[in-house]
């Protein structure tokens, strides 16, 4: 029994693919299947009811010029918890967001520590910019500031050959991801090219983010070694006008770039179709804005994955990945709402009716 405000949820409350309930109670911010007795002040929400969405690949504290002031990051938050995104993983950011995990009213961060890049190769202001020598020692230095996850640039563009290139030689590459596995941490890369995946795959590497380079040719291997991949669609939709600013400059570049994003949606569905596990995330920070989530769950399915595994892509397939609960008997009340059955059509998940985070209707 409980003296504090149950929340009574129904409709139909998808707990996963196959396990869809008539209702679930909020008690003390947690999630249970039986009516709590004697509750008296009950609220009622009703529609359909999703576990909190997972943005797999956002940025908190990072804005376009690097590290931000913490209002700016908890705007960032918040615009994410209106679109429903409860669970971030964070894939790199140079700002301290400690402080983010005391707030029941923000999502949940998983942290990959700040994003390790070779010298002058990433954005500026972004990453730590080292040099291989220095990459075991900066990767278990991230290892333990994070919550499980290491964040690499795998390529970029190098300068001197005007094109992307990859950062890092396999052997730095081999001894870094081996550290952070010593140390109970996952790896991921970005990496937009075809060149960087066959060295940081064959490492041992546990995830890649965009992979826009992956071709028929590696794919076999990703799916022997289990490597997941976040493609960030809606930021892969900016390549054009990327390469366009940049033509001038370094025309193979651009021309790179423009041929990575056409075969985009080609790319994920080869990979889905394959076998890669694929999961939802935005991008948000740095460049684009926070709360993409319903976009990105929309471009996965123009891609040609079918809806209800996209939908998994950021709920239960999510949450399993990263091993956080979903709606579980017992588990924090993190959960969204909506008017109309999403599984039926992704494009609900635009518009939330209710955002449920730690129990409590936050939106
Ligand atoms: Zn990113």
């Given at each position: 029994?409980?003296?504090?405000?149950?929340?009574?949820?129904?409709?139909?409350?998808?707990?996963?693919?196959?396990?869809?309930?008539?209702?679930?109670?909020?008690?003390?911010?947690?999630?249970?299947?039986?009516?709590?007795?004697?509750?008296?002040?009950?609220?009622?929400?009703?529609?359909?009811?999703?576990?909190?969405?997972?943005?797999?690949?956002?940025?908190?504290?990072?804005?376009?010029?690097?590290?931000?002031?913490?209002?700016?990051?908890?705007?960032?938050?918040?615009?994410?918890?209106?679109?429903?995104?409860?669970?971030i993983r964070d894939a790199g950011s140079p700002s301290d967001t400690r402080w983010?995990?005391?707030?029941?009213?923000?999502?949940?961060?998983?942290?990959?520590?700040?994003?390790?890049?070779?010298?002058?190769?990433?954005?500026?202001?972004?990453?730590?910019?080292?040099?291989?020598?220095?990459?075991?020692?900066?990767?278990?230095?991230?290892?333990?500031?994070?919550?499980?996850?290491?964040?690499?640039?795998?390529?970029?563009?190098?300068?001197?050959?005007?094109?992307?290139?990859?950062?890092?030689?396999?052997?730095?590459?081999?001894?870094?991801?081996?550290?952070?596995?010593?140390?109970?941490?996952?790896?991921?890369?970005?990496?937009?090219?075809?060149?960087?995946?066959?060295?940081?795959?064959?490492?041992?590497?546990?995830?890649?983010?965009?992979?826009?380079?992956?071709?028929?040719?590696?794919?076999?291997?990703?799916?022997?070694?289990?490597?997941?991949?976040?493609?960030?669609?809606?930021?892969?939709?900016?390549?054009?006008?990327?390469?366009?600013?940049?033509?001038?400059?370094?025309?193979r570049w651009a021309a790179h770039l423009r041929r990575l994003h056409a075969r985009r949606y080609d790319t994920v569905r080869a990979a889905?179709?394959?076998?890669?596990?694929?999961?939802?995330?935005?991008?948000?920070?740095?460049?684009?804005?926070?709360?993409?989530?319903?976009?990105?769950?929309?471009?996965?399915?123009?891609?040609?994955?079918?809806?209800?595994?996209?939908?998994?892509?950021?709920?239960?397939?999510?949450?399993?990945?990263?091993?956080?609960?979903?709606?579980?008997?017992?588990?924090?009340?993190?959960?969204?709402?909506?008017?109309?059955?999403?599984?039926?059509?992704?494009?609900?998940?635009?518009?939330?009716?209710?955002?449920?985070?730690?129990?409590?209707?936050?939106?």
């Amino acid at each position: 029994m409980s003296d504090h405000a149950v929340l009574h949820v129904k409709g139909r409350v998808v707990v996963g693919p196959e396990d869809v309930r008539d209702e679930l109670w909020v008690v003390d911010g947690r999630i249970s299947y039986d009516r709590p007795g004697g509750a008296r002040d009950v609220r009622t929400v009703e529609g359909w009811a999703l576990p909190g969405l997972v943005d797999a690949h956002c940025h908190v504290g990072l804005g376009a010029h690097g590290p931000v002031e913490p209002d700016v990051a908890e705007k960032q938050a918040l615009a994410d918890r209106e679109a429903g995104t409860l669970l971030i993983r964070d894939a790199g950011s140079p700002s301290d967001t400690r402080w983010v995990d005391a707030r029941d009213d923000l999502p949940k961060i998983i942290r990959a520590g700040r994003h390790i890049a070779r010298t002058r190769r990433y954005l500026r202001g972004y990453a730590h910019e080292i040099e291989p020598a220095d990459l075991v020692a900066y990767v278990a230095r991230e290892a333990r500031r994070g919550d499980g996850w290491v964040k690499l640039v795998g390529d970029w563009i190098d300068r001197e050959v005007g094109d992307l290139a990859p950062s890092w030689p396999r052997d730095a590459v081999e001894a870094a991801i081996a550290e952070a596995h010593r140390l109970g941490a996952r790896v991921t890369a970005h990496c937009f090219a075809e060149n960087s995946l066959r060295d940081l795959v064959e490492s041992g590497i546990d995830c890649v983010e965009h992979a826009t380079g992956l071709t028929d040719e590696l794919i076999p291997l990703f799916v022997e070694r289990g490597v997941t991949i976040v493609p960030t669609l809606v930021n892969i939709a900016t390549f054009p006008g990327l390469a366009a600013g940049g033509e001038a400059k370094f025309p193979r570049w651009a021309a790179h770039l423009r041929r990575l994003h056409a075969r985009r949606y080609d790319t994920v569905r080869a990979a889905y179709d394959a076998g890669i596990p694929v999961f939802v995330g935005t991008d948000a920070g740095g460049t684009l804005p926070h709360g993409l989530v319903a976009a990105e769950v929309a471009e996965l399915v123009t891609a040609g994955i079918p809806p209800l595994e996209a939908l998994s892509a950021t709920t239960w397939g999510a949450r399993a990945w990263l091993g956080r609960p979903g709606l579980d008997e017992g588990a924090p009340a993190d959960l969204v709402v909506y008017d109309t059955d999403p599984r039926a059509d992704v494009r609900v998940l635009a518009a939330p009716r209710r955002v449920v985070l730690n129990g409590t209707v936050v939106s």
